[in-house]
């Protein structure tokens, strides 16, 4: 179960009284319609006549179906809550959804979403926290299938989780925003910045499940020139040097975060620095 924050407690037991319920009763509303993501709960407490059902928009079912009073008090206190944990970042999925076409006529699923910032109403579970220790607090999570994302804008990071491999990106000047995850095969990651939406395998990689990569994969963006230069290998690289980038290369394709098109572009102007 949710564990509270100090703040968090607080507000529970500010609700509590002016609702007329006990703390008990509106945490676990509390619980219900965040599971219901906001918009409805499913919950069984007495203090609410029993099994019962809310959705936002009007429509309340409970156990004790003909007091209208407590069908009263109990829409009253979800929508409360439902305010309540709207105005909490980071706990509320959301994103839209669209459908595209891809070439040979098949339609692939694209799905966008922002990020979200950490919330000061209940206690972190450590075991969201997949990030690297060292890159602190992120100002905003997202996560979308099976990736996960932590940006961090003051350090300029970002930091990507695909299948338990945690990848962390130098950001540059990027101002991230949000993220969009294209399925299928050649598929790929990309991110909303000021400048527009860019693949993700456009920034230079800075580490991989914590350990440093000691060649930097070449972007095909960065919005200052002079930043090239640190990402990728410069004239006369070593024979295993351009290998061992090709090498990751590869892994950002075969994980969708590069598209077969970037790959192979990248491999020939690596290769043509042997």
């Not at 694209?110 to 990020?115: E, L, P």
């Not at 100002?139 to 804008?153: D, I, L, M, P």
């Not at 598209?259 to 020939?268: G, H, L, Q, S």
Request: glycine residues 14%.
């Amino acid at each position: 179960m949710q564990q509270l924050t100090p703040q968090g407690q607080q507000i529970v037991e500010d609700i509590a009284l002016r609702h007329g319920f006990s703390q008990d009763a509106v945490i676990h509303m509390l619980v219900a319609v965040l599971n219901g993501n906001g918009g409805m709960a499913q919950f069984s407490h007495p203090e609410f006549g029993g099994s019962g059902q809310w959705m936002q928009g009007g429509m309340l079912m409970l156990g004790d179906m003909f007091n209208a009073s407590l069908k009263g008090r109990v829409d009253a206190l979800c929508d409360e809550l439902s305010n309540l944990l709207a105005n909490q970042p980071g706990l509320l999925q959301s994103g839209s959804f669209q459908s595209q076409s891809q070439g040979g006529g098949s339609f692939q699923n694209q799905t966008s979403g922002g990020f979200r910032g950490e919330s000061d109403l209940f206690v972190p579970d450590p075991a969201d926290h997949w990030w690297p220790q060292e890159l602190g607090a992120p100002s905003a999570t997202g996560s979308q299938n099976n990736v996960k994302y932590a940006y961090f804008a003051n350090a300029q990071r970002l930091a990507v989780n695909t299948g338990g491999d945690v990848w962390v990106y130098d950001t540059l000047d990027h101002r991230i925003g949000g993220f969009a995850q294209q399925q299928g095969i050649g598929g790929s990651i990309s991110f909303g910045s000021q400048y527009g939406t860019v693949d993700l395998g456009r920034l230079p990689v800075v580490s991989r499940n914590g350990q440093p990569l000691e060649v930097p994969l070449p972007p095909v963006y960065a919005t200052d020139r002079s930043t090239q230069s640190r990402s990728a290998p410069a004239p006369g690289a070593s024979e295993g040097d351009i290998f061992a980038a090709i090498e990751r290369l590869g892994d950002l394709r075969a994980k969708g975060i590069l598209t077969d098109e970037e790959f192979n572009a990248k491999k020939a102007e690596l290769l043509a620095r042997l």
